[in-house]
């Protein structure tokens, strides 16, 4: 008898934990359900089924409020009056998979429920996360198999299961608990994110905090995590976000480098990040991108790809890109044909052209801009302006890699072009050595001298050669002397003189032509057909404008002068600022023989650039009316400086001067 009664004692000791595992009967809070009750009791499925809800109740909810044994009553019934009921079929799933509260524990009766559940939806119930791996409850079962063998990550995966499908906190919390014990850095980070969760946590900062302390200790969840809380929040930097997922972007499973790419893309700006979308979209199928959390990240990679079609869209994103600058060419430049010259457009094709480029523009647009490109060439070709230009141009087009490769596609707009400015091949050579004397700049006489000696032994002719020479010299003394009309400049005009006899006699002329002239009083003379003009060029009667000049144009003709011309000349001094000097050439009409009346609106508009032989220009309002091609003068001299290379305002006003006489003959009255 004593033994019995040991025996009986031991095995309630052994007992006790068994059966005070399943949790006791709680009493669900209905007073608020009345009118639902009464329905569920006259079979109303929906009723019924908010009754069996909060009967087992949510998932967070206190243990003393769950009730087991009657949520399986109410999906029961539901089940039994429609079996097609999913969240019946679920609901009762879950009931005797978890037991207690006045349930007893029996998978196997869970398992059925679990079949029907599944085959109701399709034979999958997914949940997706921007931050983790996706869920499907469907593979709850091989789950518990593999999480039985002890792995950690098995372990927290069917812990995630339990949680995320509400069907046990307990269960989550015990599964999470045992991966953490084995060193699992994710499980430590779950089980403090779900206790915020279950504290109901709403504050963002506490939340953020945790996911950063998790994701330092080496969580890759915490990590993504934190990414996708903190985005667009400056809490985590580039650099760090590109060391959080570091290890994700060479993760053998897609899902996860596939999101961590995505979530990194945002932290990023220019090349960078677009190379990282570019990379993305082409690893991830389309039917994946929405379950993988990529659209977002791809929508910014589709806007790039619209804004960059052209060239002109490239230039424009590649300016608000910091590691894009080296593409961001000026927008303005490129739409005025870069002023006829081509340097830069080869240079912005070649870097364009670059590998580098095939990792984040698509193939498309890459395609797109070399036909952009060629027809850009093909504008500069047209908007060509003189010789020196061109010939320059021409020698590329013969040379350059990328313009050789288009030279059918040019060659006709470069016989037009050739055609219209008169170069041939008699006199290309000279352009072109004139092409490369006005592309240097000479520091020192020393220097020129060695340059004369280049030009003296080249294969110009007889007739080429001295012209060449000419310009060089005056396009030196102005690089070395300057072009200004003070003491100092002209002295050295006058020693260079007397010990460069090289430099004769140019020298002697620019030094005798800027000892007789003012800044504000100057002279000149322009040749056109039989008549002979002689131009003088005063300070204007009104002393406040600084700007304007008072000019008088005097026809000489069988010996005889007549006045034919009285008018004003405005200038606009742009050296320091922008290089150019702008001028205004007025019309005047001689009214009753004797007075001159200058109009304000209409002018011989002109820009002389620094470094540039010729000077443009454009008539304006009753001036152009006044052109007048009847004259002898070669087209290419016509916009020639007056002194070469002589930035300054007197040369551009006396070549302005000179363009009107040639070219608008008509505003002069007639000998």
């Not at 006045?102 to 939806?121: D, S």
């Not at 430590?188 to 950063?212: M, P």
């Not at 916009?639 to 363009?659: E, G, L, W």
Request: net charge neutral; hydrophobic share 40%.
């Amino acid at each position: 008898m004593l033994q019995s009664k040991k025996y009986f004692f031991l095995l309630a000791l052994l007992l006790t934990p068994i059966l005070g595992f399943a949790q006791k009967r709680g009493e669900p809070n209905l007073d608020d359900l009345k009118d639902e009750i009464k329905k569920a009791k006259d079979g109303n499925i929906p009723s019924m089924l908010v009754v069996a809800d909060r009967c087992r109740g949510a998932f967070f909810v206190a243990d003393e409020l769950r009730d087991y044994k009657q949520a399986k009553k109410w999906y029961t019934e539901t089940v039994e009056k429609d079996a097609q009921q999913k969240d019946a079929n679920l609901g009762l799933f879950k009931l005797y998979t978890i037991g207690g509260y006045g349930l007893e524990k029996e998978e196997e009766v869970a398992k059925p429920y679990f079949r029907k559940a599944m085959e109701l939806n399709g034979g999958h119930l997914p949940l997706n996360f921007a931050d983790n791996t996706n869920l499907d409850l469907a593979n709850f079962y091989s789950s518990v198999e593999k999480a039985a063998l002890g792995d950690a990550e098995e372990m927290l995966a069917l812990a995630r299961l339990y949680f995320h499908y509400e069907i046990s906190l307990r269960e989550a919390t015990s599964y999470a608990e045992k991966a953490k014990a084995k060193g699992d850095k994710n499980a430590a980070y779950l089980l403090d994110y779900w206790n915020l969760l279950k504290n109901n946590t709403k504050d963002e900062a506490k939340i953020i905090e945790t996911q950063q302390a998790h994701a330092t200790l080496g969580s890759d969840m915490a990590r993504l995590a934190l990414l996708a809380t903190a985005k667009g929040k400056n809490k985590v930097t580039a650099d760090e976000a590109e060391n959080f997922t570091k290890n994700l972007l060479k993760s053998s499973n897609p899902e996860l480098k596939a999101k961590a790419m995505a979530l990194l893309s945002f932290y990023l700006e220019g090349k960078k990040k677009f190379t990282l979308l570019r990379n993305l979209q082409e690893t991830v199928a389309t039917d994946k991108q929405e379950v993988f959390f990529c659209k977002e990240a791809l929508a910014v990679l589709a806007d790039f790809d619209t804004k960059t079609k052209t060239v002109k869209g490239l230039l424009a994103v590649a300016a608000q890109s910091p590691d894009m600058r080296y593409l961001a060419y000026s927008e303005e430049e490129y739409d005025k044909n870069y002023a006829g010259k081509i340097d830069q457009l080869i240079q912005l094709q070649q870097i364009i052209n670059t590998p580098q480029h095939s990792t984040f523009l698509t193939a498309e647009n890459l395609a797109n801009y070399q036909t952009e490109l060629a027809q850009k060439a093909l504008d500069i070709i047209g908007s060509v302006d003189n010789i020196s230009k061109f010939v320059g141009l021409k020698r590329l087009v013969e040379f350059d890699k990328w313009l050789v490769s288009i030279a059918p596609k040019l060659q006709p707009a470069m016989d037009k072009k050739m055609a219209e400015l008169g170069v041939n091949n008699t006199n290309l050579t000279y352009f072109y050595e004139k092409s490369l004397m006005e592309a240097k700049t000479f520091t020192s006489i020393e220097e020129g001298k060695r340059y004369y000696y280049h030009i003296q032994s080249s294969e110009l002719d007889n007739d080429q050669r001295p012209k060449l020479l000419s310009l060089f010299k005056s396009k030196l003394m102005n690089d070395v002397f300057g072009s200004n009309r003070d003491a100092e400049t002209l002295e050295k005009l006058r020693s260079a003189a007397n010990t460069q006899g090289w430099l004769l006699p140019e020298v002697q002329d620019r030094y005798l032509a800027l000892a007789n002239e003012k800044t504000d009083w100057f002279t000149g003379l322009v040749d056109r057909n039989e008549i002979r003009y002689h131009f003088t060029v005063t300070p204007n009667e009104d002393e406040k404008d600084k700007n304007r000049y008072k000019l008088e144009i005097r026809g000489v003709k069988n010996e005889e002068a007549h006045l034919v011309y009285t008018g004003q000349v405005s200038v606009q001094d742009l050296r320091e600022k922008g290089k150019e000097v702008r001028c205004k050439v007025f019309f005047a009409v001689n009214e009753n023989g004797y007075a001159w009346r200058t109009l304000a609106n209409d002018f011989l508009e002109t820009s002389l650039m620094q470094g540039e032989e010729y000077i443009k220009y454009k008539p304006q309002g009753k001036m152009v009316n006044c052109a007048d091609a009847a004259h002898t003068t070669p087209k290419d001299d016509i916009a020639k400086t007056m002194i070469a290379y002589d930035f300054s305002v007197q040369n551009a006003v006396k070549t302005s001067i000179k363009v009107m006489i040639l070219e608008f003959n008509k505003v002069l009255l007639p000998l």
